[in-house]
């Protein structure tokens, strides 16, 4: 079975508003900053993450535009009322703490679609590695690096096998996650 994902690239404009969620975590001097945002609404009311104090708008605007590219790129089975959403910078040159996974019922307890928004990346290493269905042959690896003025976007189904290959220099990489409930 043939998953869907697809890799391109965005003038940062739209955008500039997801370096926000960098903002609110820049005096965290950790090698690893991962945060974690729940999205649920009940009854047309959005709860949880999304009254956060300074990144409830963000938040929102990063599941609009990420149910916006999911559905302009076949993946139609998306909800934009639940999903999960994660922050992540790096600054070493250690490995990072996710083994080869997939998605669906990772962080949440349902199949997802999920949007990767690479922000920055000035280390060697720490590019998306794809598998094919068996989980070990690897199909792709794609360079999140993104072009200057540009972000990287990475789309594809929850149940796609992927993994981030070994960091070998010190630097950055950056990047927003977001994860929103499918029927597949």
């Not at 993104?146 to 929850?158: D, L, Q, R």
């Given at each position: 079975m043939a998953h869907i994902y697809k890799c391109f690239e965005k003038n940062i404009g739209k955008y500039a508003y997801l370096y926000n969620f960098g903002k609110e975590h820049e005096k965290d001097s950790s090698s690893y900053v991962s945060k974690n945002y729940?999205?649920?609404?009940?009854?047309?009311?959005i709860i949880s993450s999304l009254h956060h104090p300074v990144l409830g708008e963000t938040i929102k605007k990063a599941i609009m535009d990420s149910y916006e590219l999911l559905t302009e790129n076949s993946l139609v089975n998306s909800y934009n009322t639940h999903g999960f959403?994660?922050?992540h910078r790096y600054t070493n040159g250690k490995n990072m703490?996710?083994?080869?996974?997939?998605?669906?019922?990772?962080?949440?307890?349902?199949?997802?679609?999920?949007?990767?928004?690479?922000?920055?990346?000035?280390v060697e290493g720490g590019d998306l590695e794809i598998y094919e269905d068996d989980e070990e042959t690897l199909k792709e690896v794609i360079d999140v690096?993104?072009?200057?003025?540009?972000?990287?976007?990475?789309?594809?189904?929850?149940?796609?096998?992927?993994?981030?290959?070994?960091?070998?220099?010190?630097?950055?990489?950056?990047?927003v996650v977001v994860q929103l409930k499918c029927l597949r």
């Open positions: 729940n999205i649920e609404s009940y009854g047309g009311h959403i994660e922050y703490p996710l083994d080869k996974h997939i998605d669906d019922y990772g962080a949440v307890n349902y199949t997802v679609n999920t949007v990767i928004f690479y922000l920055n990346k000035t690096k993104p072009s200057e003025n540009k972000i990287k976007i990475v789309i594809m189904e929850g149940n796609l096998c992927h993994y981030i290959n070994q960091i070998k220099t010190q630097g950055i990489r950056e990047c």
